[in-house]
């Protein structure tokens, strides 16, 4: 059973875009060929239990389909959210035809870019 500070009445210390912003800007530090990460939206975003999902462009990927990879939170790393990554190529996020992405009968809308601070992009 995953640990939930809230449930023991200790208060999250990130809201759930602050912790997508920190996760983005952890990513850039330890991969190069990421060029932009995106917030991911569904129609679940009020449920508690639906992780921050985000879409990253990164050159040079292998990743061929829509296949997120999902992770528990992790309170120790300040994560207090479970979160969920989809990698895709640039080249594949500019032959999109909207800013919609489809998997497994889910719609997910691309939203906000998030950009570590210290890019200046």
Known sequence: MAYNR???????????????RYLAESHF???PDLKHVFLLTSD????PR???KLLEIVDFTLADE?????????PAKG???????VEMSTKRYKSLQNRTILFRGREWKIGEELLPVTAGR
């Open 66 to 74: 829509i296949m997120p990879v999902s992770f528990a939170p992790n």
């Open 6 to 20: 809230m449930e023991e009445g200790i208060p999250m210390s990130r809201s759930r875009i602050e912790t997508a």
């Open 44 to 47: 679940r975003e009020d449920d």
């Open 50 to 52: 639906e992780p921050i």
């Open 29 to 31: 530090r330890v991969e």
């Open 79 to 85: 994560v207090d959210y479970p979160s969920s990554i």
